[in-house]
């Protein structure tokens, strides 16, 4: 009699990327709910019918699917694939009347391959699985199939790919993007088409578009995505695996702590002597009251919530755990410990250790690259529970530093004795342990760890094991795993003062890290992956040892590399992309411009370098006197005092005098420029920077404002899109003066009077068509609707809206009650490709506060409407100082030579307010009214009026 054999295996989540390993892959064991697929039964969803005359060696090939199942359970993956082997032979024998049965087989024998580590293999398996299913017309088993494929392009780093196969199986659409499927409508429709398929396959489904969508950094879309999947898991009409439960709710737990990293990656300070496994904590991060609109408690609170809920869940599924259950509560258990490790909970941290993982014996489990890549996990969290325990001088029993050693040598020894070759996870175990080797050697003076090499010894140890670790993990085969390496190897040979090898070492790891960012956005953070301890540290690291004082400098790299991390940042936090409208190099139109310079101010750990770019010459300046601190609090308390009503003029310009003598004053001295040639100067921003702007650095010796000598422009990286100037422009001019009905959004009074006197000042010139909508006509629809129906070069909005590193937070309010976001911009600014607007101007919008990058967000908006050029302000100004100010910069765009220098004629009318020439302007004369207004993008003339 056919028996039902019900769903066994489910995603047990990647320990391969523990920090330190932190690109692209998912990784390693990624079982779903049905992945063993019965044969000899009637199908429920994975089970393989057998006609009534059933012959022996078909009966053989099912004692061998069921051996395979056996196998697996205890962890013996050679063997399970030895048998299906065997089973997949007698299905072939068997013609078609055994292709149903032969295509299910092939389907377990991926997902096999998938827990050995082997995605190629596995990719190629579920390819003829789907041929044959397709050939079947079985519908259900194609997208299966293709789903399942998805899986092991994720775990190749293929995110991208893996987007478009999983759009071509459940919507019939090729060629999907990543960020399609993450808005609401796709989506939704996805969702919809999956509930139409047996509950196991869409849960299946739904879970690993959640994991993908992680990957690529939809963080939100994940979170909705994988609440589906759980939903869709416990509304199926089959008894569903608690294990396939816990196994989403550890997704969920990733996603919402993805977006905690997030939140707290806005408010942190750089990370410049970043050691993987020195301890790192989040200093100064205060987590919001809720998760956005997907959760009531802080993404933090809500992930450590889930966490706990799945280990709940699979510790009621049974006493006596099968071995993927077992792995799959070890994988729990681990990230939770990290995680409390991350906020610095020792207390929470060292009771799970004391109480739950403490009693692991991981050596125990079969060795496979699950629990080799556990060990390591496991050993790292230790390391840093030590760390935490020196810095708060308790003594919690935990391992000595050799035993941690220990633990790293065996988990690399088992990667070499494993039945078959993994060079992944040898390469891995290496890697590691030249981290610890590192960490140690650079502590060697405190004494940390009490190894027996010496310091020197452990720095060659560490280099050389890294060096081998490399080779396990080519860069073109496994960049995600060898740039680290690269990294690793850059920061040794810095520690050895082999300057110029190092610089080798972090470029190649820069040039791999680039090679996969189009796949990676924010990579999923149960490897603790975070911008700000994985990335930006690289980037500042290369910079530092290209400027370092009395060695080998290089000057044009180093912007280079400032201008990538510029990139990398607006892509990790806003999810950017550069359009493909026409570009020019900066260095191109300063040089054709001649009449501009290029400042780069370059904040290291302890010590502030300004890079200047004139079109005939490129100097550093280095101020080896200066540390982070010091600007940061200078910056800080500077920025209080402009948007101050009536501040104290003696502290501020003593402050900003002090900024001036930093990034302008050397340069002035030594003639980087000619002053009477330049008119503009072009900042690219970095770090703290940022906060202020540059037109209100002051010069106490001439007693001015360097906007006062100078127009400025902001610029984001070293290629600018291309002003097309034309004899005829068209303007679209509106705004909102009503309420809001969004709280810390006002009604604007002044709006009207702007208008109307923005559309005097261009109503009176031959060379531009006017349109406005008026403030009662304002909305979405209309705008939208305005935008598409003609070819605008100049588009002025005098709405509300806000700028921050947070593309959720991004967002322009036309009406009451609407919101435009970032994600919508190039939609809204680009309806007609062959048509770039030259000029958008947000008069109302204002950052972000307690964001330290805030000001990407108007970076963002600049970038992803495909606007050549935008002004916006840093701060809210009032709407009548505004309205003011507009009809000056207006008047100016036609009589100056460009929009930086309109901006600056304007800024100059309102801080020069009742002298002679200015007598209109003396209420505002505070740097709260002038000072905010910035440029970002092309800084050159649009037009004569």
Same mark, same amino acid.
């Given at each position: 009699?056919? $028996?039902?054999?019900?769903?066994?295996?489910?995603?047990?989540?990647?320990?391969?990327?523990?920090?330190?390993?932190?690109?692209?892959?998912?990784?390693?064991?990624?079982?779903?709910?049905?992945?063993?697929?019965?044969?000899?039964?009637?199908?429920?969803?994975?089970?393989?019918?057998?006609?009534?005359?059933?012959?022996?060696?078909?009966?053989?090939?099912?004692?061998?699917?069921?051996?395979?199942?056996?196998?697996?359970?205890?962890?013996?993956?050679?063997?399970?694939?030895?048998?299906?082997?065997?089973?997949?032979?007698?299905?072939?024998?068997?013609?078609?009347?055994?292709?149903? =049965?032969?295509?299910?087989?092939?389907?377990?024998?991926? &997902?096999?391959?998938?827990?050995?580590?082997?995605?190629?293999?596995?990719?190629?398996?579920?390819?003829?699985?789907?041929?044959?299913?397709?050939?079947?017309?079985?519908?259900?088993?194609?997208?299966?199939?293709?789903?399942?494929?998805?899986?092991?392009?994720?775990?190749?780093?293929?995110?991208?790919?893996?987007?478009?196969?999983?759009?071509?199986?459940?919507?019939?659409?090729?060629?999907?993007?990543?960020?399609?499927?993450?808005?609401?409508?796709?989506?939704?429709?996805?969702?919809?088409?999956?509930?139409?398929? %047996?509950?196991?396959?869409?849960?299946?489904?739904?879970?690993?578009?959640?994991?993908?969508?992680?990957?690529?950094?939809?963080?939100? @879309?994940?979170?909705?995505?994988?609440?589906?999947?759980?939903?869709?898991?416990?509304?199926?009409?089959?008894?569903?695996?608690?294990?396939?439960?816990?196994?989403?709710?550890?997704?969920?737990? +990733?996603?919402?702590?993805?977006? *905690?990293?997030?939140?707290?990656?806005?408010?942190?300070?750089?990370?410049?002597?970043?050691?993987?496994?020195?301890?790192?904590?989040?200093?100064?991060?205060?987590?919001?009251?809720?998760?956005?609109?997907?959760?009531?408690?802080?993404?933090?609170?809500?992930?450590?919530?889930?966490?706990?809920? @799945?280990?709940?869940?699979?510790?009621?599924?049974?006493? +006596?755990?099968?071995?993927?259950?077992?792995?799959?509560?070890?994988?729990?258990?681990?990230?939770?410990?990290?995680?409390?490790?991350?906020?610095?909970?020792?207390?929470?941290?060292?009771?799970?250790?004391?109480?739950?993982?403490?009693?692991?014996?991981?050596?125990?489990?079969?060795?496979?690259?699950?629990?080799?890549?556990?060990?390591?996990?496991?050993?790292?969290?230790?390391?840093?529970?030590?760390?935490?325990?020196?810095?708060?001088?308790?003594?919690?029993?935990?391992?000595?530093?050799?035993?941690?050693?220990?633990?790293?040598?065996?988990?690399?020894?088992?990667?070499?004795?494993?039945?078959?070759?993994?060079?992944?996870?040898?390469?891995?175990?290496?890697?590691?342990?030249?981290?610890?080797?590192?960490?140690?050697?650079?502590? !060697?003076?405190?004494?940390?760890?009490?190894?027996?090499?010496?310091?020197?010894?452990?720095?060659?140890?560490?280099?050389?094991?890294?060096?081998?670790?490399?080779?396990?993990?080519?860069?073109?085969?496994?960049?995600?795993?060898?740039?680290?390496?690269?990294?690793?190897?850059?920061?040794?040979?810095?520690?050895?003062?082999?300057?110029?090898?190092?610089? /080798?070492?972090?470029?190649?790891?820069?040039?791999?890290?680039?090679?996969?960012?189009?796949?990676?956005?924010?990579? &999923? =953070? /149960?490897?603790?992956?975070?911008?700000? /301890?994985?990335?930006? %540290?690289?980037?500042? *690291?290369?910079?530092?040892?290209?400027?370092?004082?009395?060695?080998?400098? /290089?000057?044009?790299?180093? $912007? $280079?590399?400032?201008?990538?991390?510029?990139?990398?940042?607006?892509?990790?936090?806003?999810?950017?992309?550069?359009?493909?409208?026409?570009?020019?190099?900066?260095?191109?139109?300063?040089?054709?411009?001649?009449?501009?310079?290029?400042?780069?101010?370059?904040?290291?750990?302890?010590?502030?370098?300004?890079?200047?770019?004139?079109?005939?010459?490129?100097?550093?300046?280095?101020?080896?006197?200066?540390?982070?601190?010091?600007?940061?609090? #200078?910056?800080?308390?500077?920025?209080?005092?402009?948007?101050?009503?009536?501040? =104290?003029?003696?502290?501020?310009?003593?402050?900003?005098?002090?900024?001036?003598?930093?990034?302008?004053?050397?340069?002035?001295?030594?003639?980087?420029?000619?002053?009477?040639?330049?008119?503009?100067?072009?900042?690219?921003?970095?770090?703290?920077?940022?906060?202020? %702007?540059?037109?209100?650095?002051?010069?106490?010796?001439?007693?001015?404002?360097?906007?006062?000598?100078?127009?400025?422009?902001?610029?984001?990286?070293? !290629?600018?899109?291309?002003?097309?100037?034309?004899?005829?422009?068209?303007?679209?001019?509106?705004?909102?003066?009503?309420?809001?009905?969004?709280?810390?959004?006002?009604?604007?009074?002044?709006?009207?009077?702007?208008?109307?006197?923005?559309?005097?000042?261009?109503?009176?010139?031959?060379?531009?068509?006017?349109?406005?909508?008026?403030?009662?006509?304002?909305?979405?629809?209309?705008?939208?609707?305005?935008?598409?129906?003609?070819?605008?070069?100049?588009?002025?909005?005098? #709405?509300?809206?806000?700028?921050?590193?947070?593309?959720?937070?991004?967002?322009?309010? %036309?009406?009451?009650?609407?919101?435009?976001?970032?994600?919508?911009?190039?939609?809204?600014?680009?309806?007609?490709?062959?048509?770039?607007?030259?000029?958008?101007?947000?008069?109302?919008?204002?950052?972000?506060?307690?964001?330290?990058?805030?000001?990407?967000?108007?970076?963002?908006?600049?970038?992803?409407?495909?606007?050549?050029?935008?002004?916006?302000?840093?701060?809210?100004?009032?709407?009548?100082?505004?309205?003011?100010?507009?009809?000056?910069?207006?008047?100016?765009?036609?009589?100056?030579?460009?929009?930086?220098?309109?901006?600056?004629?304007?800024?100059?009318?309102?801080?020069?307010?009742?002298?002679?020439?200015?007598?209109?302007? $003396?209420?505002?004369?505070?740097?709260?009214?002038?000072?905010?207004?910035?440029?970002?993008?092309?800084?050159?003339?649009?037009?004569?009026?």
């Amino acid at each position: 009699m056919a $028996r039902k054999w019900f769903s066994f295996l489910r995603s047990v989540h990647s320990l391969k990327r523990t920090t330190g390993l932190h690109l692209i892959r998912h990784s390693l064991v990624v079982f779903l709910l049905g992945l063993f697929l019965a044969v000899g039964v009637t199908p429920v969803f994975s089970q393989v019918s057998v006609t009534t005359q059933i012959t022996q060696s078909v009966v053989n090939a099912e004692q061998l699917v069921n051996v395979a199942q056996e196998a697996y359970e205890v962890g013996q993956y050679n063997d399970a694939i030895q048998s299906l082997n065997g089973a997949i032979e007698v299905f072939r024998m068997g013609g078609e009347t055994s292709h149903q =049965s032969l295509a299910i087989t092939l389907t377990n024998l991926g &997902n096999v391959q998938l827990a050995l580590g082997q995605p190629e293999m596995a990719l190629v398996t579920w390819e003829e699985s789907r041929k044959i299913f397709n050939e079947l017309q079985d519908q259900s088993g194609v997208i299966r199939s293709q789903v399942y494929q998805t899986r092991a392009l994720r775990d190749l780093g293929l995110n991208l790919r893996a987007c478009e196969v999983f759009g071509e199986a459940v919507l019939d659409i090729n060629g999907l993007k990543c960020e399609y499927l993450a808005r609401e409508k796709p989506r939704s429709q996805i969702i919809a088409a999956l509930r139409n398929e %047996p509950s196991p396959v869409s849960a299946i489904g739904l879970h690993t578009l959640g994991d993908i969508l992680r990957a690529v950094g939809e963080l939100d @879309a994940s979170y909705d995505v994988l609440s589906s999947a759980l939903d869709n898991l416990k509304a199926g009409d089959i008894t569903y695996s608690l294990q396939a439960e816990a196994n989403i709710r550890l997704s969920l737990a +990733n996603t919402l702590r993805a977006k *905690g990293n997030l939140e707290r990656d806005r408010q942190a300070s750089p990370v410049y002597d970043y050691v993987p496994w020195g301890y790192v904590k989040s200093e100064g991060f205060s987590a919001s009251d809720n998760c956005g609109d997907i959760d009531d408690l802080s993404c933090y609170a809500a992930a450590t919530r889930e966490y706990q809920n @799945a280990i709940g869940v699979i510790e009621t599924t049974s006493q +006596n755990l099968t071995l993927p259950s077992s792995i799959l509560k070890l994988q729990i258990k681990l990230n939770l410990l990290r995680f409390y490790i991350e906020q610095g909970n020792t207390f929470d941290a060292i009771n799970l250790w004391e109480k739950s993982l403490k009693t692991i014996e991981i050596e125990r489990l079969p060795s496979n690259r699950t629990t080799i890549y556990a060990s390591i996990n496991l050993a790292k969290s230790l390391a840093y529970l030590k760390e935490l325990e020196s810095k708060d001088s308790a003594n919690h029993d935990l391992p000595s530093w050799k035993v941690i050693e220990a633990t790293l040598e065996k988990a690399f020894d088992d990667a070499q004795n494993l039945s078959y070759e993994d060079n992944l996870a040898q390469s891995y175990a290496l890697g590691n342990l030249a981290g610890l080797y590192e960490y140690c050697g650079s502590r !060697e003076e405190e004494q940390t760890c009490n190894l027996t090499l010496s310091y020197n010894s452990l720095i060659q140890k560490s280099k050389e094991l890294t060096q081998t670790a490399l080779v396990l993990a080519q860069p073109d085969e496994n960049p995600d795993i060898a740039y680290q390496w690269q990294w690793q190897l850059g920061r040794l040979e810095e520690a050895q003062n082999n300057s110029k090898v190092a610089i /080798d070492y972090y470029s190649n790891a820069i040039e791999t890290l680039e090679s996969v960012r189009s796949n990676l956005l924010v990579v &999923n =953070s /149960d490897v603790q992956f975070s911008f700000r /301890d994985n990335i930006e %540290p690289l980037y500042r *690291g290369g910079v530092n040892l290209l400027l370092q004082p009395g060695k080998y400098q /290089d000057l044009e790299k180093a $912007r $280079r590399l400032i201008d990538n991390l510029q990139l990398a940042e607006l892509e990790n936090f806003l999810q950017c992309n550069w359009q493909s409208n026409e570009r020019i190099p900066l260095d191109q139109l300063v040089e054709a411009d001649n009449s501009s310079a290029v400042i780069y101010p370059i904040l290291l750990e302890n010590r502030l370098d300004v890079i200047v770019k004139t079109p005939h010459s490129i100097a550093l300046y280095s101020h080896e006197d200066v540390n982070k601190n010091e600007v940061e609090n #200078t910056v800080g308390e500077l920025r209080q005092l402009l948007v101050k009503r009536r501040p =104290s003029l003696k502290r501020l310009h003593k402050l900003s005098n002090k900024l001036y003598a930093w990034l302008i004053r050397d340069a002035e001295k030594n003639n980087a420029w000619d002053p009477g040639k330049t008119k503009t100067l072009i900042f690219v921003l970095d770090g703290p920077f940022r906060d202020i %702007p540059m037109s209100t650095l002051y010069d106490i010796d001439s007693e001015s404002y360097l906007i006062e000598k100078y127009a400025v422009s902001l610029s984001v990286g070293l !290629e600018l899109p291309v002003l097309n100037q034309k004899s005829q422009l068209k303007a679209l001019v509106t705004g909102q003066s009503q309420d809001t009905g969004f709280s810390g959004f006002n009604a604007l009074g002044g709006v009207d009077a702007e208008l109307g006197i923005i559309k005097n000042v261009l109503q009176g010139s031959d060379n531009v068509d006017y349109l406005e909508i008026t403030s009662q006509s304002l909305n979405r629809d209309s705008l939208f609707d305005a935008a598409a129906a003609s070819n605008y070069d100049i588009i002025h909005l005098a #709405t509300h809206g806000k700028f921050s590193s947070d593309p959720e937070d991004t967002f322009i309010i %036309p009406a009451p009650g609407q919101k435009i976001f970032l994600s919508e911009l190039d939609d809204l600014f680009q309806s007609n490709p062959q048509n770039v607007v030259q000029l958008l101007v947000l008069s109302a919008c204002q950052t972000a506060t307690g964001d330290k990058r805030a000001i990407l967000g108007l970076s963002g908006v600049t970038i992803q409407s495909g606007v050549r050029s935008s002004v916006g302000t840093l701060w809210s100004v009032d709407d009548i100082a505004t309205a003011v100010f507009m009809k000056l910069f207006y008047e100016n765009i036609g009589k100056s030579s460009g929009i930086a220098e309109a901006l600056q004629q304007a800024q100059i009318s309102f801080l020069r307010g009742g002298e002679e020439g200015y007598e209109n302007y $003396r209420r505002y004369r505070d740097s709260r009214f002038w000072a905010p207004y910035m440029i970002v993008g092309n800084w050159q003339k649009v037009i004569e009026f």
